[in-house]
């Protein structure tokens, strides 16, 4: 008799295994203990997705706080200072310096490049940080009920596995609605959200399957809220979803062409013939050291 397994389906475990089946082995199946690197353009992110995430937070549980933003956002200029930042401890550079000690004590180094040295970083976090939560306030109704930051990790319904498998959808919602989905996204390479293909983008697909499971019923949007570090400017890309018979069949065999693809390479993962190096991922790969298959040159 075939012992059932568990395993776990995430946006970010798919792109590791599609960038490289070797890198997605080490980091969730064998764990080594090795030296890990970030990038000061990734923790860029972190810290303006939990400035927003400590803002809405403290909307929704604190009255005073409240009343000040209230009072701010019924001007016609919004304008966040860095005075009521610090004062409510939501200013960018304490949120840098708790996000380095959480990394410190992690045992992660950060590398910050020469483009975006640790002076630029913070300059550049304190001009973006009070416009970030301007443009929040402005593009979201904060006065009606969600949910942030808001981690899920739900069994995949069996319609969609082909094997005696238990597989969970896992993620966490940046902003969640009744009938509404909105993740925040920071970064360098903005082209990527110009032109998104609902059908087959496989974070929204993940996630509207999450809703239904959750909710028992499919949401009606999703929204990618788009940070564009390099040309300092927001966008916004939002999906309505029709979710007629038709539209939801198209997704759920879009979906289950992916849970196959991830359980197919997710089996053979350990052995490393399978594995797909190339020369810039291998060179700075935390598993470099150790892996079995990387290109040097």
């Known amino acids: 008799m075939t012992q059932a397994r568990e395993i776990k389906l995430s946006q970010s475990r798919l792109g590791t295994m599609k960038d490289c089946l070797g890198k997605y082995y080490y980091q969730y199946i064998e764990k080594p203990n090795v030296k890990r690197n970030t990038w000061s353009t990734t923790i860029f992110g972190e810290i303006i997705h939990e400035q927003i995430d400590l803002f809405l937070k403290k909307y929704q549980i604190e009255a005073s706080f409240k009343k000040e933003v209230d009072k701010i956002i019924s001007k016609s200029k919004i304008k ?4 009521f930042l610090k004062k409510h401890e939501l200013h960018f550079e304490k949120i840098f310096e708790e996000t380095l000690a959480r990394y410190k004590k992690e045992k992660i180094k950060v590398t910050f490049t020469r483009k975006f040295p640790t002076k630029t970083f913070l300059e550049f976090g304190d001009k973006w940080g009070p416009e970030v939560l301007k443009f929040i306030v402005r593009y979201l109704n904060i006065n009606e009920q969600f949910e942030n930051e808001k981690e899920f990790s739900i069994q995949i319904p069996k319609e969609f596995l082909s094997k005696k498998t238990t597989i969970k959808m896992s993620g966490i919602y940046d902003h969640k609605r009744e009938e509404d989905i909105v993740d925040f996204k920071t970064t360098s390479m903005p082209e990527k959200y110009y032109f998104v293909d609902w059908d087959r983008d496989i974070q929204s697909l993940l996630y509207y399957f999450s809703f239904k499971e959750e909710s028992g019923r499919y949401p009606k949007s999703f929204t990618y809220v788009v940070f564009n570090i390099l ?31 991830f359980l197919e390479k997710h089996d053979v993962s350990s052995d490393n013939s399978n594995w797909n190096p190339e020369v810039t991922r291998c060179k700075f790969c935390d598993y470099n050291k150790i892996c079995k298959a990387k290109i040097d040159k």
Do not use: G, L, P, R
């Open 231 to 261: 040309d300092s400017m927001f966008f916004v890309v939002k999906h309505d979803y029709a979710n007629t018979k038709e539209s939801i069949d198209i997704m759920k065999k879009n979906f289950k062409q992916y849970i196959d693809y």
């Open 80 to 83: 966040f200072e860095q005075d």
